[in-house]
């Protein structure tokens, strides 16, 4: 796609995808705020409340890479509107969902439109941005949204649930989803795919976004159902299965879905490895942390919302400055990995937080220490994935990005669970107060958390080839 579009224009179409990004975001953390709001009002049990993320989990982990690659193929910007019309319509349909099914169907079209949104939008900023210093600012933007949004939702969601009702965090994205369709046809420029006319790999497509989804359920379902389970095993299989035969369809088809030369880039092989055990660590420092807080330390939806606010500010911070000036002086490797240890630290220092904890001295060194390697890491890591991709794949490579996030972070989350979970029944079977058990499973749910961290540091600082540092910068601000 050729984007034909120069000074501030492309800093005001930035600011419009990150608002299309910033929804998804939200809405991946905003709902879980609701649930027990939106398990009474509708009559869910259990069970079944657990579709309404979990419908949201599959389709929008499971098109990810096909979103990014349609894109290539059919034009970035078609494929971003589009994305746009189905999350904004079927936020909708959630917020006047009346019954069960018509909410869970609704979740699952809001995440193959916030797949296809996800999965494009940061082809579209690196497609816009070429230059190494302007580059390294939209990335810096990009990846705040990224990385804060989540704690933004937890604040909305309790404001919006507690002052109207669960329906309005569907609805709030109706006026936002339709200001940014208008905005996005005023502003960006439209293009046709790089292969316009190329036959859809539709074999490979299937194959690939099944075994996606399968894995993606059994991950989020893993302690649920139990991880030996022959259901969980059954899907993992097939899975895998799936993905062998995903391979050996893309290694002998003319237009293959993934170019799987793609991964010869080291780079961005590499940075899908770290992107794996980098989410993971941060869902030890988001999910985890929030139980810590609201259950041990009897904090309320909005004081744990408040409770990051500090490292979204740190975050912000980096990210729409000081991250883009790093790396322009000292390339990608050395603040990622640097990045990636203070995270690490930050996780340790949340590993030794104790049942009678307060906020000053338990919470806040870690999450300023959180905040610091979050918005240092995360714009280097997103340049080095994607800064030696074609701009022909850029969508895909996007997507791939994307779902390497998205997987760490579920499979992150399940592995995490399941250790604090084993961790507390162990301590109450010795006879620990519950407040005791949690924490002790908290801690050590933090100390793996900050070896994924520490573990990613290492690949970025030993395996990463580096970009040469003190690149000239030129001028130009939001």
């Known amino acids: 796609m050729n984007h034909e579009i120069t000074g501030r224009k492309r800093w005001h179409a930035l600011i419009l995808l990150c608002m299309g990004v910033l929804m998804i975001v939200l809405d991946t953390t905003i709902v879980n705020v609701a649930l027990p709001s939106i ?4 009559a869910f049990s259990e069970t079944s409340l657990v579709w309404v993320v979990n419908a949201y989990m599959l389709t929008f982990g499971g098109f990810l ?27 909708l349909a959630c917020g006047v969902a009346r019954t069960q099914e018509m909410l869970i169907i609704s979740r699952a079209v809001q995440g193959l439109g916030g797949a296809v949104v996800s999965a494009v939008a ?33 604040l909305l969601g309790g404001a919006l649930t507690s002052t109207l009702s669960w329906h309005w965090i569907f609805l ?14 005023r502003m960006l420029p439209d293009g046709r795919g790089q292969f316009e006319g190329v036959k859809l790999d539709i074999a490979g497509a299937v194959s690939i976004t099944l075994s996606l989804m399968l894995a993606v ?27 062998a035969l995903f391979l050996a369809i893309e290694s002998r088809v003319s237009a293959p879905l993934v170019p799987l030369d793609l991964f010869k880039l080291r ?43 500090p490292a979204n500010v740190i975050m912000a911070a980096f990210s729409l400055g000081l ?106 079977a010795t006879g620990a107060s519950t407040a005791a058990a949690l924490t002790g499973g908290y801690q050590l749910a933090f100390l793996v958390g900050a070896v994924f961290a520490l573990v990613a540091a290492a690949l970025g600082a030993i395996l990463l080839r580096p970009t040469h540092a003190r690149i000239v910068e030129t001028e130009g601000a939001i």
Request: aromatic share 8%.
């Open 122 to 154: 940061l082809s579209l900023i690196m497609n816009l941005f070429t230059e190494a210093g302007e580059r390294a600012k939209a990335m810096g933007v990009y990846g705040f949204v990224c990385a804060g949004g989540g704690s933004i939702g937890v």
């Open 323 to 428: 991250s883009a000036k790093i790396v322009m002086h000292w390339g990608i490797r050395t603040p990622l990995a640097l990045g990636l240890l203070l995270a690490a630290v930050g996780l340790a220092l949340f590993a030794r937080a104790p049942v009678g904890g307060t906020m000053m001295i338990d919470v806040m060194p870690g999450m300023a220490l959180l905040g610091v390697g979050a918005g240092m890491a995360l714009n280097p890591l997103l340049l080095a994935a994607m800064g030696d991709v074609k701009p022909s794949d850029s969508g895909l490579a996007s997507g791939v990005v994307n779902t390497a996030f998205m997987m760490g972070g579920a499979l992150g989350l399940a592995v995490l669970a399941s250790i604090a979970d084993a961790r507390s029944e162990a301590l109450r």
């Open 172 to 185: 709030v994205n109706l006026p936002v989803g339709i200001a940014i369709y208008i905005a996005c046809l």
């Open 39 to 42: 398990k009474a009002d509708l």
């Open 65 to 91: 890479l096909l979103g990014g690659r349609l894109g290539d193929l059919y034009g970035h910007r078609r494929l971003f509107l589009m994305g746009i019309v189905l999350f904004t319509t079927a936020s």
């Open 267 to 309: 780079n961005l092989s590499i940075s899908n490895v770290i992107g794996v055990l980098w989410s993971a660590a941060m869902f030890a420092w988001f999910f985890v942390s929030a139980l810590y807080m609201q259950l041990v330390l009897g904090f309320d939806a909005m004081r744990v919302g408040l409770a990051f606010l």
């Open 217 to 243: 359920y059994a991950i989020v379902n893993g302690n649920q159902a139990e991880w030996t389970s022959l259901q969980t095993l059954a899907m993992l299989g097939t899975a895998t299965a799936l993905f």
